[in-house]
C-alpha cells in the first residue's frame, strides 16, 4: 500500500493541553490550502479527505461559520455546532438525490 497523503491529528485533551498535528510533506500542503480556501470562501466551508498513518481514510472539514453564542459556550461535539449541521443535512439531501437519479 503506497499512502502518499497521511495526517494525524492529536487534539488537546485538557485547557492549556497542546493538540498536535504529524503528517507528510504533501498533506501538510494540502491542509495548508484547505485552510485557506475555508478562510477566503463565500460559503465558509471547505474539507479534504486524507489518511491516518494507519492508511485509512477520513475527511478533515473546515469552517469559519459559527456564531458568537456557539464560540461562548463551544460545543463538545463538532455535530452539535450549528453550521456543521446544516452542512450535513445538505450533504445527505444531495446524496439521496444522487442515488435516486441514478
Same mark, same amino acid.
Given at each position: ?8 491529528l492529536y487534539p488537546s ?5 497542546r493538540a498536535v498535528i ?17 478562510? /477566503?470562501? #463565500?460559503?465558509?466551508?471547505?474539507? @479534504?479527505?486524507?489518511? =491516518? ?7 478533515? $472539514? ?10 461562548? /459556550?463551544? #460545543?463538545?461535539?463538532?455535530?452539535? @455546532?450549528?453550521?456543521? =449541521? ?7 439531501? $444531495? ?8
Amino acid at each position: 500500500m503506497n499512502i502518499k497523503s497521511r495526517l494525524q491529528l492529536y487534539p488537546s485533551k485538557n485547557i492549556k493541553d497542546r493538540a498536535v498535528i504529524v503528517g507528510e510533506r504533501a498533506a501538510l500542503r494540502e491542509l495548508a490550502q484547505t485552510l485557506l480556501k475555508a478562510a /477566503d470562501s #463565500p460559503s465558509g466551508f471547505q474539507s @479534504i479527505t486524507l489518511f =491516518k498513518g494507519n492508511g485509512h481514510d477520513y475527511e478533515i $472539514l473546515v469552517t469559519k461559520n459559527i456564531d458568537e453564542q456557539e464560540w461562548q /459556550d463551544m #460545543p463538545v461535539e463538532s455535530d452539535n @455546532i450549528s453550521s456543521i =449541521k446544516l452542512y450535513d443535512e445538505i450533504r445527505t439531501s $444531495l446524496n439521496k438525490n444522487k442515488e435516486r437519479a441514478v
